[in-house]
């Protein structure tokens, strides 16, 4: 898909969808790749196709996954400084490539990614996650906010301080075994999170 992708199935670069369109259509275990530029939208993109796997850092003319570049090829998910930027309600969902940008929460958790699922599965790889900004008080994850997840795996991941937040760029709250912010994470490495039997 490209920024300016309007075909409804965006079967090649020839003739690409839009990120809206593609969440939409999207059917178990599809696989999107993203071009460079900035993709926003009038509200949240939400994923609620399970297995769905995001791969950015395309220029517009690969054949294999191995041909991206998400160092220079960079892909912008922007929340316009108006809302949300990814919320996911699927299981076994695969972020990568990605820079998660310019979200704004004024009423719950999570700028930048918010997961709410019970028991369900994230991989996030190679993202940047920055300039995400919770307004309110007690608003917990501006990067990100996993609520009762099932194992979060995080890795390459870059996450420096996000502005107006008081309480952590990342959030973890996978109840009720596990409750901690993650202030200024930087690169990881590797970062898995599993909840744990009662």
């Given amino acids: ?3 300016d992708g309007t075909d409804p199935t965006g079967p090649s670069w020839a003739q690409p969808t839009s990120l809206t369109n593609a969440l939409a259509i999207a059917t178990t275990s599809n696989v999107i790749w993203m071009a460079e530029g900035t993709y926003t939208n009038a509200s949240t993109f ?11 850092g395309f220029d517009g003319t690969e054949t294999l996954l191995s041909e991206r570049d998400w160092a220079n090829n ?3 998910l922007d929340g316009g400084a108006a809302h949300r930027v990814v919320d996911i309600q699927a299981n076994d969902v695969l972020l990568d490539g990605l820079i998660i940008t310019n979200g704004l929460e004024s009423v719950s958790h999570g700028a930048g990614v918010r997961m709410n699922n019970s028991g369900q599965n ?9 300039g995400n900004t919770i307004a309110l008080n007690f608003g917990y994850g501006c990067g990100a906010y996993f609520y009762n997840a099932g194992t979060v795996l995080l890795s390459n991941l870059c996450v420096p301080g996000q502005p107006g937040h ?3 760029e990342w959030r973890w709250f996978l109840q009720p075994w596990h409750d901690a912010d993650a202030p200024g ?12 039997s009662a």
Avoid at 122 to 130: A, D, H, I, K, P
């Fill in 74 to 76: 960079g892909v912008l």
């Fill in 46 to 56: 939400s994923i609620s196709t399970n297995g769905l796997q995001i791969y950015g």
């Fill in 185 to 196: 994470l930087r690169d990881p490495g590797e970062l898995r999170l599993r909840r744990r």
């Fill in 122 to 130: 994230l991989t996030m790889l190679n993202c940047n996650v920055v």
């Fill in 166 to 168: 008081l309480t952590g």
């Fill in 1 to 3: 898909m490209t920024t």
